[in-house]
C-alpha cells in the first residue's frame, strides 16, 4: 500500500506564477515531512522540511503547509523559476521511533516551469 | 567532497554475478541509509545503521542483499547472484544524527543486470 501520494504526475506553470504541489499520507506515526527536489542522474536535493508540532514553515520562495487532520501537506513555491523545473518527492518519516528512521517517498511530481 | 559519494555511477553486470556498491557519507554523520529506486518511483527504504550497528534491514528485498558499515563511515551494499529485477538506481544518504535531521543523499548507483 502507497502510504505517501503524489496524485500529480506532472504539473505545468508559468514564470513567475506560484507552484503548489501536494501530498497525502496515510499513516498517523508519521511525523517529519520532508521535500526533495530531483534533477535528472542526480540524487535528491533536500529542499525543506516540517515537523508535525507545526502547520507551516518557510524558507526564502519554498514554503510547506501541513494539514494533520487532512493527512495532506503541500510546497508552495513562489515566485516559480525555470530553475526549479525538476521532479519534487514528498517523504514522511517517524523520527520520535527511535531506529526507526527511514523515510516513505511518494511517487514524484514533475514540475516544468514554461518561460 | 562535502556531499555523499557513491560509486560507481554506473555498473554493467550479467545475471548471476556478484556486485558491490560503495558510499561513503558526509563526514561526521552517524546514520547512513540505503535506498532502491525504480524508473519512475519515489526511492524505496532498504536498510539504515546508526554508526556500525544496523538497526533496520526491513527493506533488504531478500537474502542476496547484504549491507555492512564495518567502521561506521563507509558503508557496503552487496548483491549476490543478481537477477534482472535487481536493475535500478540505490541511493545512500546519510544524516547527523538520526530524528529531525534531513537526509542528505548521493547521486546514486545506476545498476543494469544483463
Known amino acids: 500500500d502507497q502510504q505517501v501520494k503524489q496524485n500529480s504526475p506532472s504539473l505545468s506553470v508559468q514564470e513567475g506564477r506560484i507552484s503548489i504541489l501536494n501530498c497525502d499520507y496515510t499513516n498517523s506515526m508519521f511525523d517529519y515531512f520532508l521535500w526533495y527536489k530531483k534533477y535528472p542522474a542526480e540524487g535528491p536535493t533536500f529542499l525543506i522540511s516540517i515537523s508535525s508540532i507545526k502547520d507551516k514553515n518557510e524558507d526564502g520562495r519554498f514554503t510547506v503547509f501541513l494539514n494533520k487532520s487532512a493527512k495532506h501537506l503541500s510546497l508552495h513555491i513562489v515566485p516559480s523559476q525555470p530553475g526549479d523545473s525538476a521532479v519534487y518527492f514528498c517523504?514522511?518519516?517517524?523520527?520520535?521511533?527511535?531506529?526507526?528512521?527511514?523515510?516513505?517517498f511518494g511517487t514524484g511530481t514533475r514540475l516544468t516551469i514554461i518561460p | 567532497g562535502a556531499g555523499v559519494s557513491q560509486s560507481p555511477r554506473y555498473k554493467v553486470a550479467k545475471r548471476g554475478q556478484d556486485v558491490a556498491l560503495r558510499c561513503d557519507p558526509i563526514?561526521?554523520?552517524?546514520?547512513l541509509f540505503w535506498y532502491q529506486q525504480a524508473l519512475g518511483q519515489g526511492p524505496e527504504f532498504l536498510t539504515y545503521?546508526?554508526?556500525?550497528?544496523?538497526?533496520?534491514k526491513s527493506g533488504l528485498p531478500s537474502d542476496r542483499f547484504f549491507a555492512e558499515r564495518p567502521e561506521g563511515s563507509v558503508s557496503t551494499l552487496k548483491i549476490q547472484r543478481t537477477q534482472q529485477e535487481d536493475s535500478a538506481v540505490y541511493l545512500c544518504?546519510?544524516?547527523?544524527?538520526?530524528?529531525?535531521?534531513?537526509?542528505?543523499f548521493g547521486d546514486g548507483t545506476r545498476l543494469s543486470i544483463l
Open positions: 517523504a514522511a518519516g517517524s523520527v520520535s521511533n527511535f531506529g526507526n528512521e527511514k523515510l516513505t
Open positions: 545503521f546508526q554508526n556500525e550497528a544496523q538497526l533496520d
Open positions: 544518504a546519510s544524516s547527523f544524527t538520526g530524528g529531525n535531521q534531513p537526509q542528505h
Open positions: 563526514s561526521g554523520h552517524v546514520s
